[in-house]
């Protein structure tokens, strides 16, 4: 996407004042900022399987860091290579998942 691009759908200043004002006056927002152009192009798209690339930037880590997780909970791993060769490999949703419910610690 080119820069002006993207600089055209972001709001504008006297948009955002006029939202804060509308928020502190207990107004509802006005519709043009009903929605965020932001949220609408990072909508979630269901995938049944991640990268390890996709993983480390979901779980905010290295692609390493992915690596020794998934060793650790002996995941299964798809890969597309003959043995001993490097290539791009996936894991399915339900293994990620999983690793998310156990690795993840409760907010208190």
């Given at each position: 996407?080119?820069?002006?691009?993207?600089?055209?759908?972001?709001?504008?200043?006297?948009?955002?004042?006029?939202?804060?004002?509308?928020?502190?006056?207990?107004?509802?927002?006005?519709?043009?900022?009903?929605?965020?152009?932001?949220?609408?192009?990072?909508?979630?798209?269901?995938?049944?399987?991640?990268?390890?690339?996709?993983?480390?930037?979901?779980?905010?880590?290295?692609?390493?860091?992915?690596?020794?997780?998934?060793?650790?909970?002996?995941?299964?791993?798809?890969?597309?290579?003959?043995?001993?060769?490097?290539?791009?490999?996936?894991?399915?949703?339900?293994?990620v998942l999983e690793i998310e419910?156990?690795?993840?610690?409760?907010?208190?």
């Amino acid at each position: 996407m080119p820069a002006n691009r993207a600089l055209e759908q972001l709001p504008s200043y006297d948009s955002i004042f006029k939202a804060r004002l509308a928020l502190k006056a207990g107004k509802p927002l006005p519709a043009e900022r009903q929605t965020s152009p932001v949220k609408s192009q990072t909508a979630h798209i269901h995938q049944d399987f991640f990268s390890f690339g996709e993983l480390a930037h979901r779980w905010r880590c290295s692609r390493g860091t992915v690596y020794n997780r998934l060793r650790l909970v002996n995941a299964k791993v798809l890969d597309f290579s003959p043995r001993g060769r490097r290539s791009r490999k996936a894991v399915s949703l339900k293994t990620v998942l999983e690793i998310e419910n156990r690795l993840s610690k409760p907010l208190r």
